[in-house]
C-alpha cells in the first residue's frame, strides 16, 4: 500500500440544496465495466468529487447519482460525512492509487486513505478500497471496502457507518425509494422509467435506513436517525429521494480496525436490481484460510445441496471466531419466511443447517448468513 502525505486540505464548506460555486479538482480513480461508469475518491465521496462534479454513477448509458458519501457516526451530534447540511468532511492522507482486486475475474481496483480530522473528529482512519470488474456477469456494480481504525486514545462503543446518497434518476421529481431485505439494498427509481439504482449493506445486517429523505438536508441527527432506526419506510410519494442506509453497532478498541463493506449497484427494473445486489454479496465471500490479501478469512458458508430442492436443502457454516449469528430465508419480494438459527455459534467445527420448505411455495429463496464479521447469501430454488 502506498500512504503518501497529503500537504493541503479540501476547505470544509456548508451546502444547501443548490450547487456551491467551487469545484474542488481531484484526481479519482475511474471504473469503467462496459455497464458502470463511476469514480472513487479519496474524501469519502462516492462517484463525484467535493464540488459535486464527476462520473456519478452511470448504469447502461443513464446517469442516476447526484452525490453520495460515506457516512461514520458516534451519536446524533457527532456524525462524520458530508451530506450537505451535515459539512463535516473527512481529510485525504493517500490520494488514489490502484490496487490489484482480491476477487476472481475483477480487473479495476483503486485505494485512497482519510480521516475524519477536520472539525470535531470521533478519531478514525479509513482506508478504502474499491473494485469493480468488467467480466460478466459481474459488470452491474461497484464494492466498497473499508478497514475503518480507531486512533481516538480508547475505546470506541456504538459506532455506525453509512453511506448517504442523492439519487436523481431521470431528474428528480418523481423518484421513489424502498428497501429489499433479502438483498439488504436500498434502491431509488423514477416513476417515469428508466433504470434502478441503489446501495446495499454487505458485511454486517442493517442498522437502519431512511427512503423518504426529502423534507429537507439532514444534519447529524437526521441521518444517525436513519443509521440507527432499526428499519424504515418506503417513500410515500414522488420526490428528490436522498436516501441513506446503515450498519453496525460497532465497538472498536483503541487501535484496531473493523472492515464494513458496500456495494453500488443497478438494474434494468426493481428485480434486475436485486439480483445484481445479491451477485455482488456474492463475490464478497472470504473463506476460513486467509486471501489473496494475507489477512485471515471470516467465515465459509457451503453451497446448499441439493439445488434445486424438495422439501428439504443442507448447508453448514464455519466461523473463524465465536459470534453471534442469525440465519434467515428471504423470499424473491425480500419477506422472512424461515429463521434458521439466532444465537452463537463456536469457532472452528463446521455447523450443520436445514432449510425445510414443506410449508412454501416452489420459487427462489435466499439463505442470508449474518455474523459479527460478516454476510453471506446463497441462493436456493425450491421445486415441487
Same mark, same amino acid.
Given at each position: 500500500?502506498?500512504?503518501?502525505?497529503?500537504?493541503?486540505?479540501?476547505?470544509?464548506? @456548508?451546502?444547501?440544496?443548490?450547487?456551491?460555486? =467551487? *469545484?474542488?479538482?481531484?484526481t479519482?480513480?475511474?471504473?469503467? %465495466? /462496459?455497464?458502470v &461508469?463511476?469514480a472513487?475518491?479519496?474524501?469519502g465521496?462516492?462517484?463525484?468529487d467535493?464540488?459535486?462534479?464527476?462520473?456519478?454513477?452511470?448504469?447502461?448509458?443513464?446517469q442516476?447519482?447526484?452525490?453520495g458519501?460515506?457516512?461514520?457516526?458516534?451519536?446524533?451530534t457527532?456524525?462524520?460525512?458530508?451530506?450537505? @447540511?451535515?459539512p463535516?468532511?473527512?481529510?485525504? =492522507? *493517500?490520494?488514489i492509487s490502484?490496487?490489484?482486486?482480491?476477487? %476472481? /475475474?475483477f480487473? &479495476?481496483?483503486?485505494?485512497?486513505?482519510?480521516?475524519?480530522s477536520?472539525?470535531?473528529?470521533?478519531?478514525?482512519s479509513?482506508?478504502?478500497?474499491?473494485?469493480?470488474?468488467?467480466?460478466?456477469?459481474?459488470?452491474?456494480?461497484?464494492?466498497y471496502?473499508y478497514?475503518?481504525?480507531?486512533?481516538?486514545?480508547?475505546?470506541?462503543?456504538?459506532?455506525?457507518?453509512?453511506?448517504?446518497?442523492d439519487w436523481?434518476?431521470?431528474?428528480?421529481?418523481?423518484?421513489?425509494?424502498?428497501?429489499?431485505?433479502?438483498?439488504?439494498?436500498?434502491?431509488?427509481w423514477?416513476?417515469?422509467?428508466?433504470s434502478?439504482?441503489g446501495?446495499?449493506?454487505?458485511?454486517?445486517t442493517?442498522?437502519g435506513?431512511?427512503?423518504?429523505?426529502s423534507?429537507?438536508?439532514?444534519?447529524?441527527a437526521?441521518v444517525?436517525a436513519?443509521?440507527?432506526?432499526?428499519?424504515?419506510v418506503?417513500?410515500?410519494?414522488?420526490?428528490?429521494?436522498?436516501?441513506?442506509?446503515?450498519?453496525?453497532?460497532?465497538t472498536?478498541p483503541?487501535?484496531?480496525s473493523i472492515?464494513?463493506s458496500f456495494?453500488?449497484?443497478?438494474?434494468t427494473?426493481?428485480?434486475?436490481?436485486?439480483a445484481?445486489?445479491?451477485?455482488?454479496?456474492?463475490?464478497?465471500?472470504?473463506?476460513?484460510e486467509?486471501?489473496?490479501?494475507?489477512l485471515p478469512?471470516?467465515h465459509?458458508?457451503?453451497?446448499?445441496y441439493?439445488?434445486?430442492?424438495?422439501p428439504q436443502a443442507?448447508?453448514?457454516?464455519?466461523v473463524?471466531?465465536?459470534?453471534?449469528?442469525?440465519?434467515a430465508?428471504?423470499d424473491?419480494l425480500?419477506r422472512?419466511v424461515?429463521?434458521?438459527?439466532n444465537?452463537?455459534?463456536?469457532a472452528?467445527?463446521?455447523?450443520a443447517?436445514?432449510?425445510?420448505?414443506?410449508?412454501?411455495?416452489s420459487?427462489?429463496?435466499?439463505?442470508r448468513?449474518?455474523g459479527?464479521q460478516?454476510?453471506?447469501?446463497?441462493?436456493?430454488?425450491?421445486?415441487?
Open positions: 500500500m502506498n500512504y503518501l502525505a497529503t500537504t493541503s486540505r479540501l476547505g470544509v464548506f @456548508a451546502m444547501l440544496l443548490a450547487m456551491p460555486a =467551487l *469545484a474542488f479538482a481531484q479519482p480513480g475511474e471504473h469503467d %465495466t /462496459g455497464d &461508469q463511476s472513487a475518491y479519496d474524501d465521496a462516492w462517484g463525484r467535493a464540488g459535486f462534479t464527476g462520473t456519478g454513477f452511470v448504469f447502461t448509458g443513464e442516476g447519482l447526484f452525490a458519501n460515506l457516512l461514520i457516526g458516534q451519536s446524533d457527532q456524525v462524520s460525512g458530508q451530506a450537505y @447540511a451535515n463535516q468532511e473527512f481529510a485525504t =492522507l *493517500a490520494a490502484s490496487v490489484v482486486p482480491p476477487y %476472481t /475475474g480487473d &479495476q481496483g483503486f485505494e485512497s486513505e482519510y480521516d475524519d477536520p472539525e470535531d473528529p470521533i478519531g478514525v479509513i482506508l478504502q478500497h474499491t473494485y469493480s470488474s468488467s467480466t460478466a456477469p459481474n459488470t452491474t456494480f461497484v464494492i471496502e478497514w475503518i481504525t480507531n486512533n481516538s486514545g480508547g475505546e470506541l462503543t456504538d459506532i455506525y457507518v453509512g453511506n448517504f446518497s436523481d434518476v431521470l431528474g428528480a421529481v418523481d423518484n421513489q425509494a424502498c428497501y429489499d431485505a433479502g438483498s439488504q439494498l436500498l434502491y431509488v423514477s416513476e417515469g422509467g428508466g434502478y439504482f446501495v446495499s449493506v454487505l458485511s454486517n442493517v442498522s435506513w431512511d427512503a423518504d429523505g423534507a429537507g438536508n439532514p444534519d447529524d437526521g444517525w436513519a443509521m440507527t432506526n432499526g428499519g424504515g418506503c417513500s410515500a410519494a414522488v420526490g428528490d429521494r436522498r436516501v441513506t442506509i446503515g450498519q453496525g453497532p460497532y472498536i483503541d487501535g484496531e472492515h464494513p456495494c453500488m449497484v443497478g438494474g427494473d426493481e428485480a434486475d436490481v436485486i445484481n445486489a445479491l451477485d455482488c454479496a456474492a463475490v464478497v465471500m472470504v473463506a476460513i486467509p486471501g489473496p490479501d494475507g478469512g471470516t465459509n458458508l457451503s453451497s446448499i441439493p439445488n434445486p430442492f424438495n443442507n448447508f453448514t457454516l464455519e473463524a471466531e465465536q459470534q453471534s449469528v442469525r440465519i430465508v428471504y424473491a425480500g422472512e424461515a429463521m434458521l438459527f444465537g452463537t455459534l463456536t472452528g467445527p463446521e455447523h443447517f436445514t432449510f425445510d420448505g414443506a410449508g412454501l411455495p420459487g427462489v429463496y435466499m439463505v448468513a449474518t459479527e460478516f454476510t453471506d447469501v446463497r441462493r436456493v430454488t425450491l421445486m415441487k
